[in-house]
């Protein structure tokens, strides 16, 4: 079990300025921000990140979507980090997240839930590392 864990704040929940209210959501539930950044995948970083769903028929909306405008980058620390932050996400489809989840506050649908978060812990460093170097880690 890892004590850090990767999450991205999608497009459309930067779009509607939502940044703020998810981070102390975050804050609230335990979490420390060992890393994060405001930036914009091109089509080519996103295809990359994603290159595990390549053959899967949503891929291409995936890349098209996470490149189509600013996301919010962090590394999140906290003991049992991945499983915690998956309970604090909810499920993917908002309308089957619990309450209180930010899911269920501030995803749109399936495909604008808002928040990316590791599923494991392997994924979790895989995705800290495709963001950030240890130089840029506190």
Do not use: C
């Not at 970083?45 to 189509?68: C, I, N, Q, T, W």
């Not at 919010?72 to 989840?101: C, Q, S, Y």
Request: glycine share 8%; charged share 25%; proline share 3%.
């Amino acid at each position: 079990m890892s004590n850090l864990t990767f999450t991205m704040i999608k497009p459309d929940a930067v779009e509607k300025n939502y940044i703020g209210g998810i981070l102390k959501m975050i804050n609230d539930a335990g979490f420390r921000i060992h890393a994060m950044k405001f930036t914009q995948l091109s089509k080519e970083a996103a295809g990359k990140f994603y290159e595990v769903h390549k053959e899967r028929p949503f891929y291409g909306e995936l890349v098209d979507y996470m490149s189509s405008g600013p996301i919010v980058a962090a590394v999140l620390i906290k003991e049992n980090a991945v499983a915690d932050f998956r309970t604090l996400i909810g499920a993917t489809d908002p309308t089957k997240a619990a309450e209180g989840t930010i899911r269920k506050i501030y995803a749109q649908s399936i495909a604008a839930n808002a928040v990316h978060g590791s599923d494991s812990d392997e994924n979790a460093g895989i995705e800290a590392s495709f963001f950030f170097s240890s130089l840029e880690r506190f």
